[in-house]
DNA sequence: GGGTAAATATATCAATATTGATATGTGTAA
DNA sequence: TTACACATATCAATATTGATATATTTACCC
């Protein structure tokens, strides 16, 4: 492999590609929605439960929950009067325990 | 590890990090920032080389090269007339690593 | 069934931030 | 002093944010 064969040239795809990623990365901008997906990696919750640990209130977190789900990046499933939440793109999940082990010191 | 150890608490030091990594991921939410980033990975470039990849307009280029300086991402070093520029920060490089290994099909 | 409360969703909105474009400034080489 | 490579200023358009108010869905009790 030489030298010029390095990234130097963006073919349509990765152009694509890098504009679904900045999408992701647009969503996973705000720390509510972060701190979100964060607690989603260790399996489903409640919007009750994910709101306890965001110092936001009800609202907020539904409409952060909206925008994931419209994204395709969360799902919900009903239980009663309880919605639980789950992360629904796998892609998320492989960036979310990236950032998980470059910013959390062990 | 109990089930009940999943992180379903945040304790102040999770917030930091946790806006740390919300800021870094805004600043690839951007998808000439987020093609520069991933263009640098492969070792310094001209802002000329950068733009060419891009487009976009040579003073969209410098202000998104100003911002990613500014936030301590990357890095810039004169010669002559031109200027080139470099990674500064493990963290990006571990993040846009992950993202072309998710999102870019072998 | 009617009424009420719980759990969540949606609507609206003002404040603020981001975007990329145009114009202009700065430093360096010839 | 002209041109090249890049930086900065400004600005209108657009997007994002979180707050408040209200609506929806389900459970429960009478």
């Known amino acids: 492999m ?3 064969m390095k990234i130097d040239h963006f073919t349509d ?3 694509l590609m890098a504009g679904e990623a900045a999408a992701l990365m647009k969503s996973l ?11 989603l990696v260790g399996g ?3 919007v009750a ?3 306890k640990n965001l110092n936001t209130k009800q609202p907020n977190v539904s409409q952060q929950l909206a925008r994931l789900r419209m994204e395709g990046y969360v799902q919900a499933r009903r239980d009663g009067r ?5 992360l629904a793109d796998d892609r998320v999940i492989s960036v979310i325990k990236n950032l998980h082990a ?4 062990t």
Chains 1, 2 share one sequence.
């Not at 309880?82 to 789950?86: G, K, M, P, R």
Request: charge should be negative; aromatic fraction near 10%; hydrophobic fraction near 30%.
């Open 2 to 4: 030489t030298e010029d």
């Open 49 to 51: 439960a994910l709101e």
């Open 29 to 39: 901008s705000n720390q509510a929605r972060l701190m979100i997906l964060c607690q």
């Open 102 to 105: 470059t910013f959390c010191p």
């Open 44 to 46: 489903e919750h409640s």
């Open 82 to 86: 309880t919605i639980y939440y789950s």
């Open 13 to 15: 795809d990765m152009r």
